[in-house]
């Protein structure tokens, strides 16, 4: 039917570092595919960055170098809603509402803030402690049906549903408790350097950055930790060949070949010729994204048209959801 309304899902990015082969190879990459199957929104979540102190500078550059780099590796803002969470006062302004209807026994409990606080001694502050409440704010402002997640955000999506439960228990049906939305196999790409760790931006060394020279990927990639067995073949065996195994699975993703493929394609010929084949094969995947993010970064007109475009349409849906909330907690409406 023509009409049929399409399932709204969101998610929020935190522009707190530079984008790596692991974000793209696990979630990025897959959410060009949502957008035709569902009415969707993402947002750079700002306001949820400055929980741990950021250069303003450094801050500003990497949420526009961020909404280049959506658009080039494919997320369509013709087909999307694609915002800036701070562009949007209504985030901050169902946060505070919320924060309200939570309970600080309940807050206590998220394992993020204990994680972040112990990483964070000298700077555990009120918003630290508050954030789900405003990622909660975040998500039932628009409604949703999914909310796409890692496992670690399970349990503020989890904390989203409590809160709006307790508030439609006093006031009724007002907000729509959305599900997590775990992704079908989200891939777990590993370190080049430490291989039993996930490739993280907070170890550079072993992360490959979407907007690196090919000849760092390249260095990068013949540098790579490959595994001390005897055999040196390239073989599937992410138990005794972490190394070789997470070098497949990138050679996999990035040219769509099977594990058996690559086995035969590598048949005795060892690491030595495995590492740099993965490095081109890599380079040549971002390459198209990293030449489109450049070209849109000397676009700035183009580019604020989409963030202002994607605030108006968000905002006029939040507003909704807010008003409604207002009205049920007993505020005045401001006069006509
Ligand atoms: P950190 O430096 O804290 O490790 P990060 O690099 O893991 O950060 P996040 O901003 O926490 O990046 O993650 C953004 C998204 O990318 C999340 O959905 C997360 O699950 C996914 N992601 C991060 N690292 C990987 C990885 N190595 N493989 C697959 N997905 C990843
Ligand atoms: N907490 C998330 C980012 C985030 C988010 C959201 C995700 C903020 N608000 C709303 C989904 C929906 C993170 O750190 N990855």
């Known amino acids: 039917m023509e009409n049929e309304t399409k399932k709204v899902m969101i998610s929020g990015i935190q522009p707190s570092g530079e984008l790596h082969l692991g974000n793209y190879l696990g979630p990025l990459r897959h959410w060009p595919e949502m957008i035709d199957e569902f009415d969707c929104y993402f947002f750079l979540a700002d306001l949820h960055t400055i929980t741990v102190r950021q250069d303003p500078a450094e801050l500003r550059k990497r949420t526009l170098t961020l909404i280049a780099q959506y658009i080039a590796c494919g997320l369509d803002p013709e087909k999307c809603v694609l915002f800036i969470q701070s562009h949007v006062p209504a985030h901050s302004q169902l946060g505070w509402v919320l924060n309200c209807y939570t309970m600080f026994g309940e807050l206590s409990r998220m394992t993020q803030f204990k994680d972040k606080s112990a990483r964070n001694a000298d700077n555990i502050n009120a918003g630290l402690f508050t954030y789900p409440v405003l990622m909660a704010a975040d998500i039932l402002l628009y409604q949703p049906d999914f909310v796409p997640v890692g496992e670690d955000q399970k349990q503020h ?12 228990g006093i006031y009724g049906d007002v907000l729509k408790a959305p599900q997590p939305y775990i992704a079908k196999v989200g891939a777990r790409i590993m370190s080049l350097s430490t291989p039993n760790s ?3 931006k907070s170890q550079p060394e072993g992360c490959v950055f979407l907007m690196e020279k090919p000849e760092d990927i390249a260095r990068k990639f013949k540098r790579a930790v490959t595994d ?12 005794h060949k972490p190394g070789v195994s997470n070098l497949m699975q990138i050679y996999a993703s990035a040219t769509g070949k099977s594990y058996e493929e690559i086995e035969r394609e590598f048949d005795g010929k060892g690491y030595g010729a495995f590492k740099p084949a993965v490095g081109e094969a890599v380079v040549e995947v971002l390459r198209p994204i ?3 993010t450049g070209r ?4 700035k007109a183009y580019l ?3 963030y202002r475009a994607g605030a108006e349409k968000a905002e006029y849906i939040a507003n909704k959801t807010l008003r409604k909330v207002y009205k049920k907690v007993g505020f005045l409406p401001p006069a006509k």
């Open 296 to 299: 849109l970064l000397a676009d």
């Open 198 to 200: 996930k490739m993280s």
């Open 290 to 292: 990293r030449e489109e």
């Open 304 to 306: 604020e048209g989409v």
């Open 157 to 168: 999506v989890e904390i989203c549903r409590d809160i709006a439960g307790r508030f439609n």
């Open 228 to 239: 001390s067995d005897t055999e040196r073949c390239v073989r599937w065996d992410l138990e």
